[in-house]
């Protein structure tokens, strides 16, 4: 799955939904420059819809917040600000010009009242340094986003290794942009992610797991080879991987695009154990738990046979038995669409699979004369007996083999 080649749009009719438009014409009509920059520009110039809208503007942030009744503060110092307009939130950052990154993470100083060519040299990379005004129209100050976005090129803006220096973070997103769009990366910026790759030990793990998720969640997750081959992978997970040339970066991208089986695809396809992933990022429990489940699940080999699909269904949720086959035809190359189908119709027939769906519960078998201490078993041993066996899911022939199981003299059943 290479990118297709895209052809890059005029900036003219840039359509702005409405809420935007007023962002930028009220910072005009105070006298200040407003432009839109970032992702929304690119993704308008590759005829994608935006996900969110930044402004850039020679406005300092106080001076934002006194324009619009409700102003959230949310990178201040910075110099973001967040609009919040009833159409949506608009970001409305100063434009600034960073001094020093000693610690590798934050600027030391930024200085505002720069213009939109110094705010564009602290951007990382070229095709997110692309401005767009409504009446000047498109502007690209380091002359190279838009041949960058044209040739489906990730290009540090100045020295690459300057840039990762500065903030390894942007190694990550290099990768996740890669990933996201389908583009290459350029030489030089490509020799720079090895090079400063050690640098990653010093950006917070938040910031590596939001930049990991994200690219794993791309249509081009096996750009993952790029943070293989340059030894970003080994330092984030301690080099507890296969070597480099025997992971199979493509697992991930032969699944669904959702987090939990995109993260399972990538420890499978590179050999990194769950304990080891969990211990170095910060993930959700809930993802974690279903990247477990996965990975427990894929070991054994699955099978289209409905007995054993309905004994998975009554330990997992149908989403993670469904991707459980998505991985495991990935990894395997086997064809298990029967399997999904068999799933699909079992989960259709609506028949009797967890101990909820039984016709007797824990308050029968009480009054049965179960002992409390036995009543979660034998719902387990009734929940096996349905699932193999749906028509003996009635109540009068439950209560007889419960009291079969526990061994209590009822009258009925088979002991007599
Ligand atoms: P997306 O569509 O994924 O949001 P984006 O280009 O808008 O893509 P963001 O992460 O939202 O990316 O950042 C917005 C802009 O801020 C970027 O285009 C980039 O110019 C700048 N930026 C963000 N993070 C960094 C960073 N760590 N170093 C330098 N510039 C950055
Ligand atoms: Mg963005």
Sequence with gaps: GERTPMTVQSGQNFP???YVRQVLDTLERAGWEAWLVGGCVRDHLLGRPAKDYDVA??????RVQGLFPVVAPTGLAFGGVTVVLEGGRVEVTAFRSDRGYSDGRHPDAVAYGATAREDAARRDFTIGALFWHPRRGLYDPTG????DLEAGVIRAVGSPRLRFQEDALRILRAARFAAQLGFSV???TRAALGACAPGLARVSRERVTGELLKLLTTPYPQRLELLGECGALD???DGRM???RRRDYTLAAKVPLSPGVRLAAFCLGTGLPLSVLKQSLRLPGALAREAGDLLTLGLRRPSGDPLWLKARL???RPETVLSALHLWQAAQGEDLSGARRALVRILAAGEPIRVAQLAVDGRDLLALGVLPQEIGGCLGALAMLVLAYPRCNNRDFLLSQAGFI???GTGVGPTT
Excluded at 144 to 147: E, F, I, N, V, Y
Aim: with cysteine; hydrophobic share 40%.
């Design 16 to 18: 702005i939904p409405g």
């Design 57 to 62: 503007t020679n406005a300092p942030p106080e």
């Design 144 to 147: 190279q986003g838009l041949a």
């Design 186 to 188: 350029e030489a030089e």
């Design 235 to 237: 330092l984030l997970f």
């Design 242 to 244: 296969l070597p480099h």
């Design 314 to 316: 009554a330990r997992y």
């Design 406 to 408: 526990c061994q209590i």
